[in-house]
């Protein structure tokens, strides 16, 4: 059974770090594409941060290019996706959502895309308080 769990969210206060982690089983996803989405209420789900298979390319949106770093692990049977969230703000209150793609290339543009992602996690809620 395939599964993306996310854990780490919280309430934090305005320049405060979070750490959100997403277990990823059930499948082969040491080859997959993956990547950070959040969703605010009322608006669109929206693309945070990308890794390539082997974390060697990222892509981050520019709002939290500089603050965010995303990374993996796939040394073991469960990947391991990470987001560090550093100087967080209030306008990053949102649901994080982990995904993962059955393509282990995707074109940058791809990334930014949730159509491309084949898999998503539950979510975390995240709340910054100014």
């Known amino acids: 059974q395939v599964q993306l769990v996310e854990s780490g969210g919280g309430l934090v206060q305005a320049g405060d770090s979070l750490k959100l982690s997403c277990a990823a089983s059930?499948?082969?996803?040491?080859?997959?594409?993956m990547g950070w989405f959040r969703q605010a209420p009322g608006k669109e789900r929206e693309f945070v941060a990308g890794s390539s298979w082997s974390g060697g390319r990222t892509y981050y949106t520019d709002s939290v290019k500089g603050r965010f770093t995303i990374s993996r692990d796939n040394a073991k049977n469960t990947v391991t996706l990470q987001l560090q969230m550093n100087s967080l703000k209030p306008e990053d209150t949102a649901v994080y959502y982990c995904?993962?793609?059955?393509?282990?290339?995707?074109?940058?543009?791809?990334?930014?895309?949730?159509?491309?992602?084949?898999?998503w996690g539950q979510g975390t809620q995240v709340t910054v308080s100014s």
């Open positions: 059930g499948r082969t996803f040491s080859t997959s594409a």
């Open positions: 995904a993962a793609s059955d393509s282990t290339y995707l074109s940058t543009s791809y990334y930014y895309d949730t159509r491309k992602y084949d898999y």
